[in-house]
């Protein structure tokens, strides 16, 4: 059954450069908003989020993304106001796997607001929230090629591995009973 929407998952962070984000929940509502997020996306940052040549969410996809039951899955958009208009900026999810105490995740950054901090905000909002959901882990899959997300997992305290019999892949884990901030390397963004 799903649950209500989880406000207190709510959060305004400020980025280094002063501008203010909101981070938040999807909601039913967000469908044109994710739309227009994941078409803006460079065709490398699809592939990297999607890992197939998609170029538009369809409208089976867009139902799946935003309308969640915030227990089995969760995703949190993150959100700026540009010109009198909500814009999404970067958005974060997982999907609880059969076993109930592991999760899948992915993440996604518009290109021109990347490396300022707004994906790691993301990722540990997620993480906090799937350790308070009751998940003990974390995982996904990486395009290999994908320095950068690598490099980020890595400062993240994910475990990065190899999937045998395919290079064009990585796995990345983490633990969220270690999550702490301790672990995680000093993010750009003010903590979640
Ligand atoms: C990967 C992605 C989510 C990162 O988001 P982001 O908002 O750019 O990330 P952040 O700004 O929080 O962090 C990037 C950090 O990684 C660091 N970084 C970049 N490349 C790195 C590398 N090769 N090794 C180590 N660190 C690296 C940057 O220096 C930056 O650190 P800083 O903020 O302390 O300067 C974003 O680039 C993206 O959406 N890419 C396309 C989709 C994708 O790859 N999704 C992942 C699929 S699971």
């Known amino acids: 059954m799903a649950k209500p929407y989880p406000s207190e998952l709510v959060r305004t962070l400020t980025l280094r450069d002063g501008t203010r984000v909101v981070v938040r929940p999807i909601r039913p509502e967000d469908r044109q908003i994710e739309k227009e997020f994941v078409q803006e996306l460079s065709n490398e940052s699809k592939y990297f989020r999607f890992m197939s040549g998609l170029r538009e969410l369809s409208e089976a996809m867009l139902n799946r993304f935003t ?39 992915a993440v996604a950054v518009a290109d ?63 633990q969220l009973d270690m999550t702490s901030s301790a672990s995680i390397r000093a993010s750009s963004a003010a903590p979640l």
């Open 67 to 105: 309308q969640i039951d915030y227990d089995r899955e969760l995703a949190l958009i993150a959100m700026v106001c540009e010109n009198a208009k909500e814009t999404e900026i970067g958005v974060a999810r997982y999907v609880v796997n059969a076993d109930n105490i592991s999760c899948e995740f």
């Open 112 to 174: 021109a607001w990347q490396n300022r901090g707004v994906g790691t905000a993301l990722i540990l909002g997620l993480a906090a929230a799937a350790r308070a959901r009751g998940l003990r882990t974390m995982e996904g899959i990486v395009v290999a090629r994908n320095s950068k997300m690598l490099g980020l997992m890595n400062a993240l305290g994910f475990s990065v591995r190899a999937e045998p019999g395919d290079p064009s892949i990585r796995h990345v884990t983490k």
